[in-house]
C-alpha cells in the first residue's frame, strides 16, 4: 500500500503544481505542455506502482505454491489492468495537451483545464486498479496461510493399468461351474477361452466382510429368472474365484449346480442391514 500512497501523492504534487503554474502562463503551447507534463507525471506514478503490485502478486504465487495460483493470477490480471489504466491515462493526457496547444489562446487555458482534469481522473483508475491488484496479492497470501494440507489416508495404489474392483461390479458378476469333481483342487491355470464345458450356474448377489471389514464370502443367487425365484447361498471367499480371458471377467468354481443347490439358504438376519 505505500507504493499507492506514493502514486497518490506524486498525483496531487503535479496536478498542484499545475494548478499554481497554469495561470502565469500566457502562450497555448506552454500551458499545454504543463498540462501534458502533469498528466505524464501522474501516469507514470500509477504506472509504478501498479508494476510493484503486480511484481508482489507473483512473488506471491511462487512464496504460497499451487493452493492459491488462482487468486495470484487473479491479482496478477488487476496489476496488468492498472498499467494498462496508466498508459491510457498517459495517452489521455497527451491528447488533451495537444488539443490545448492546437486552440487560440482564449481557448487554450480551458483546453489544458481539461487536460489536467482527465490525466488526474485516468490516474485514479490507474491507481484504483493497483489498489484492487494489492488487495488480492493479499488475499492470495492469506489463503495460503490458512490452507489445509492433504492428509495420508493410505489410500490404495491403482491406477488405470493397474485398476481396482468396486463392490459395486462385483455385484452382478456371472459364477461359471468347471463342473469337476468337488474334490478336485482349483488350477488356476492361465487360459485363453472358457471351456466348452463350463456352465453359468450362478451370480454375486452381495459381499460379505466380518466387523474387521475384511472379506470373508459371497452371497450367490443360484437359478432363477433375472433374480426371481433364485436361492441364496452363502459361499466362503475361496469357493469361487476371479478369472480373466481375454477382455471377459467372470468367477468360476468347481462345485455343480446340483452341490450349490443343496446348500441352506442364507440367512438375512446373520448380517447388519
Request: proline share 3%; charged share 20%.
Amino acid at each position: 500500500m505505500k507504493v499507492l500512497l506514493a502514486a497518490a501523492a506524486t498525483v496531487a504534487l503535479a496536478t498542484g503544481a499545475f494548478a499554481q503554474t497554469a495561470p502565469e502562463q500566457s502562450a497555448p503551447a506552454q500551458a499545454a505542455e504543463t498540462a501534458k507534463d502533469a498528466a505524464q507525471t501522474a501516469a507514470d506514478a500509477a504506472k509504478e506502482a501498479a508494476q510493484k503490485v503486480g511484481e508482489a502478486a507473483v512473488q506471491a504465487g511462487q512464496e504460497t505454491g499451487a493452493a492459491v495460483k488462482n487468486a495470484v493470477d487473479a491479482a496478477k490480471n488487476a496489476a496488468d489492468a492498472a498499467v494498462d489504466a496508466a498508459d491510457q491515462a498517459g495517452e489521455s493526457a497527451a491528447a488533451a495537451a495537444n488539443n490545448a496547444a492546437a486552440a487560440t489562446t482564449d481557448k487554450a487555458g480551458e483546453l489544458a483545464d481539461q487536460a489536467k482534469t482527465t490525466a488526474a481522473a485516468a490516474a485514479n483508475k490507474a491507481a484504483d486498479a493497483a489498489d484492487k491488484a494489492a488487495d488480492s496479492a493479499a488475499e492470495a497470501v492469506k489463503a495460503a496461510e490458512t490452507a489445509i494440507a492433504a492428509p495420508d489416508v493410505a489410500a490404495p495404489v491403482i491406477s488405470a493399468s493397474s485398476p481396482g474392483i468396486l463392490s459395486s461390479w462385483v455385484t452382478s458378476r456371472q459364477i461359471w461351474t468347471t463342473n469337476d469333481s468337488t474334490s478336485t483342487p482349483w488350477a488356476g491355470e492361465a487360459l485363453a477361452k472358457r471351456p466348452a464345458e463350463w456352465t453359468q450356474v450362478a451370480k454375486v448377489d452381495d459381499l460379505v466382510l466380518d466387523d474387521h471389514g475384511k472379506l470373508v464370502g459371497y452371497v450367490a443367487d443360484i437359478g432363477g429368472f433375472l433374480g426371481i425365484g433364485a436361492k441364496k447361498v452363502l459361499l466362503g471367499k475361496d469357493a469361487i474365484h476371479l478369472l480373466t480371458i481375454g477382455e471377459d471377467r467372470f468367477y468360476a468354481t468347481n462345485f455343480t449346480k446340483a452341490e450349490l443347490e443343496a446348500l441352506p439358504d442364507f440367512d438375512p438376519a446373520t448380517v447388519l442391514k
